[in-house]
């Protein structure tokens, strides 16, 4: 392999700048040339490339969203819109391709290598954390901490005015956002899309922690959740807990943004290295991941096809500690 390209995806993350940066430098440092696709595959269907030099990525390891933008491409989904893809990176000269995203990233990759024996190899970058074959996704650890540092604010003022916060957290339809902000907040209730905890429960759960005399409550709310997320939830609690001052927060995009931590930068720097590395080793179809403090090569398909479990230890934290 003599060029590779690389590209972010789908939603960004916190760390996808330090992830294209660790593929650049570490392509560059292996003799390789690097060409840089914007708009994820929307730009190689529109043959949107940018030379990666190493000075293209100075100074960004520190900042989120992502220097070559992000799309979910409608086009890339289409034969047509893969073989104009899969064209354009080869008159280009790119013979492999660095895909960072999440599932939706990694089953375009999964396609155009089937349908046009074009090697990717997947790096997962994702608030979410919902892919197989890695501990934590990149940008994970930054939304948690950005979540994290928004609810203890909220907590302040529940606590002053002793009232009750629904706040919803991100995760599409996964829990591992919410599942470990309520840990590390310390809510008194944390609902997941994973559990399906009915209404009716939670009412009685809420019921049991307001008699219980403490006034100020935390409830953080999956997106996914079956409650159908924190507004929903309050229409459906206020008729029930007109006596407790209830209001909602939805965290939203805030949680997308902002200088990824210390963590998500060490965990994208090596990735890039791993992908690189992944590529010259002759794979043509992997999503490089960390499980257990070491690099592991993990299909890229069932990075997004097989499901990511919740841990139930820490499931029961929330039990026992609430
Ligand atoms: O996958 C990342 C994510 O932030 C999800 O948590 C969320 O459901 C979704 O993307 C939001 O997408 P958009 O930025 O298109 O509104």
């Given at each position: 392999i003599k060029k590779i390209g690389v590209l972010t995806s789908g939603g960004d993350s916190p760390g996808m700048n330090a992830a294209i940066?660790?593929?650049?430098?570490?392509?560059?440092?292996?003799?390789?040339?690097v060409t840089g696709i914007r708009y994820g595959y929307q730009g190689a269907i529109e043959a949107d490339f940018v030379e990666m030099k190493k000075l293209t990525v100075s100074n960004m390891i520190q900042r989120g969203g992502t220097i070559l933008k992000s799309a979910r491409s409608a086009e890339f989904r289409t034969p047509e819109g893969r073989k104009k893809a899969a064209?354009?990176?080869?008159?280009?000269?790119?013979?492999?391709?660095?895909?960072?995203?999440?599932d939706g990233t990694f089953q375009g990759g999964t396609i155009l290598q089937q349908e046009h024996g074009f090697p990717v190899i997947g790096i997962p970058g994702t608030i979410d954390n919902d892919l197989s074959g890695t501990d934590e996704t990149i940008g994970y650890d930054t939304a948690l901490n950005t979540a994290l540092d928004a609810i203890d604010k909220i907590?302040?003022?529940?606590?002053?005015?002793?009232?009750?916060?629904?706040?919803?957290v991100m995760g599409r339809d996964a829990g591992f956002l919410a599942l470990e902000t309520g840990i590390a907040?310390?809510?008194?209730?944390?609902?997941?899309?994973?559990?399906?905890?009915?209404?009716?429960?939670?009412?009685?759960?809420?019921?049991?922690?307001?008699?219980?005399k403490k006034r100020s409550t935390l409830v953080v709310v999956a997106e996914g959740d079956e409650s159908g997320g924190a507004m929903e939830l309050y229409s459906n609690l206020k008729e029930d807990f007109s006596d407790i001052d209830t209001r909602v927060c939805v965290l939203g995009h805030i949680q997308r943004g902002g200088n990824p931590t210390a963590r998500d930068r060490v965990l994208a720097s090596r990735l890039g290295v791993a992908a690189v590395n992944a590529l010259l080793d002759g794979h043509v179809s992997v999503m490089v991941g960390v499980v257990n403090n070491n690099i592991k090569l993990t299909p890229l398909k069932s990075g997004w096809s097989k499901k990511k479990s919740i841990q139930t230890e820490l499931l029961d934290l929330t039990k026992i500690l609430k």
């Open positions: 940066r660790s593929v650049t430098r570490a392509a560059l440092y292996k003799g390789l040339e064209e354009n990176l080869r008159s280009q000269g790119i013979e492999a391709l660095v895909a960072i995203g999440g907590r302040d003022t529940a606590d002053a005015h002793e009232r009750m916060f629904l706040v919803e907040c310390g809510a008194e209730l944390t609902l997941l899309p994973e559990t399906l905890v009915h209404i009716k429960e939670v009412k009685e759960t809420l019921r049991n922690i307001l008699t219980n």
